[in-house]
């Protein structure tokens, strides 16, 4: 046993004295040129991509939607009518053409409604910013307006809305829209939604005061035959508030206003 000791440490205190009499020379980690077999650097081997559609990874190509959020007939004090919310989309995940467009009226005659051509630009991930016009129509005043926005969904998914108005004569607008979808099933949502509109000064022809104009919220209890597809039913108050009561009051019309509403809700 005490040979076998005595071999090892021998041939220990051997090799130390060999290595320090030795220089050792280290190939550079990193650096200098590939090995003629290496990996390609995106690992396809020389395999091109498939021929198979929508099987890549293409985030900048260009897509659309066409949403018709609310197109629906209403009735409340002011008699039955009509009205719809519609919003489409065409572009990457970054840019998009933006256009929206929404308003009421009765059965024979529009009443008010606008148009909007927006150009929509990614700032944060779910959200972007809008810069476009808008265009008034209906029975009033056809005023047009530079608009200035930014939209994307908030915490606890909020849909959240702000868009800013500058029209001719120094008019300007603000709106504010807020929305939310409480499911009870995966067919049966349940959607509140808030909008509030305020001006700069008052408008004697458009019948809106200085500040706060009006506040709507509504309910929309909506059933989704198919995703695309879903009839629904709701009710919405409305209320006139500031100068724009003072108008309302002195037409002879109502402060508020109660409406119950069914329509569709269709996307493509």
Do not use: C
């Not at 440490?9 to 030795?22: D, N, R």
């Not at 919003?87 to 606008?114: I, P, V």
């Not at 990614?122 to 307006?145: F, K, L, M, N, P």
């Not at 807020?178 to 049966?188: D, G, I, S």
């Amino acid at each position: 046993m005490r040979t076998v000791l005595a071999y090892a440490a021998s041939m220990f205190f051997a090799t130390g004295a060999m290595a320090q009499s030795m220089p050792m020379k280290m190939a550079p980690m990193q650096g200098g040129q590939p090995a003629s077999d290496a990996r390609d650097p995106d690992y396809s081997d020389g395999v091109p991509m498939s021929p198979m559609r929508g099987m890549d990874m293409n985030d900048g190509a260009p897509i659309g939607m066409l949403l018709i959020d609310q197109l629906e007939t209403t009735s409340g004090h002011n008699g039955s009518g009509k009205a719809w919310d519609i919003e489409g989309w065409y572009g990457n995940d970054t840019n998009r053409l933006w256009l929206r467009s929404e308003g009421e009226g009765t059965s024979h005659a529009l009443r008010e409604g606008n148009v909007e051509a927006l150009w929509y630009h990614t700032v944060a991930a779910y959200w972007g910013t809008q810069v476009g016009i808008r265009q008034d129509v209906g029975q009033g005043e056809h005023r047009r307006w530079a608009a200035f926005g930014i939209q994307g969904l908030a915490p606890y998914w909020f849909e959240l809305q702000a868009t800013a108005y500058v029209g001719e004569q120094g008019r300007t607008a603000l709106r504010f829209r807020a929305e939310y979808e409480l499911l009870f099933t995966q067919r049966l949502v349940l959607q509140p939604e808030l909008e509030l509109n305020l001006y700069g000064k008052p408008d004697r022809q458009e019948r809106t005061g200085a500040g706060l104009s009006d506040v709507q919220f509504g309910l929309r209890l909506r059933y989704e035959i198919r995703r695309w597809f879903a009839p629904y039913v709701g009710v919405q108050w409305s209320q006139r508030v500031g100068g724009s009561a003072g108008y309302a009051r002195a037409d002879g019309e109502p402060v508020f206003d109660r409406q119950w509403v069914a329509g569709l809700r269709v996307w493509f």
